[in-house]
C-alpha cells in the first residue's frame, strides 16, 4: 500500500532551521515527482518545493528561495526538505505529495497531486 509519512516538525526561533522528512512505502519513489507543501493557519495550502521524477531538477516558491533546499534519496526512500534561516510566516502545517504525470513542477498546485501525508506542524516564534 502506498503510504507518505512526513516526519520533523516542531518549534524554532526565527532564523533557525528545521529539516523535514518524507518516508515513502509502497511504490518506487524516482517514479513519482514529490512536490513538499505548506498550510499556514486560517490560509488555503500552496506549493513550496517540488522535485521532477525525470530529471531531478528542482523548483521553489519565491518566498523560500535561498533559504530551503530539497533533495531524494531514493536508497531510503525519502524525500527532504531543509528550511533554513526561517521566518514566522514559514509557520504551517507541512506535507509531501506524489504526482503521477510527466511534469508536476511546472505549476505544483496541491489538486493536481494525488497521495498524501498526514503532514508535520512548524512553527516559527520568538
Known amino acids: 500500500q502506498l503510504q507518505l509519512v512526513e516526519s520533523g516538525g516542531g518549534l524554532v526561533q526565527p532564523g533557525g532551521s528545521l529539516r523535514l522528512s518524507c518516508a515513502f512505502s509502497?511504490?518506487?519513489?524516482?517514479?513519482?515527482?514529490i512536490g513538499w507543501f505548506r498550510q499556514p493557519p486560517g490560509k488555503e495550502r500552496e506549493g513550496v518545493s517540488c522535485?521532477?521524477?525525470?530529471?531531478?531538477?528542482?523548483h521553489f516558491v519565491n518566498s523560500v528561495k535561498g533559504r530551503f533546499t530539497i533533495s531524494r534519496d531514493n536508497a531510503k526512500s525519502t524525500v527532504y526538505l531543509q528550511m533554513r534561516s526561517l521566518k514566522p510566516e514559514d509557520t504551517a502545517v507541512y506535507y509531501c505529495?506524489?504526482?503521477?504525470?510527466?511534469?508536476?513542477?511546472?505549476?505544483?498546485?496541491?489538486?493536481?497531486?494525488?497521495?498524501w501525508g498526514q503532514g508535520t506542524q512548524v512553527t516559527v516564534s520568538s
Open positions: 505529495a506524489t504526482f503521477r504525470g510527466t511534469y508536476g513542477c511546472s505549476n505544483f498546485v496541491p489538486d493536481e497531486y494525488d497521495d
Open positions: 509502497g511504490f518506487n519513489l524516482d517514479d513519482y515527482t
Open positions: 522535485i521532477e521524477k525525470v530529471d531531478d531538477s528542482k
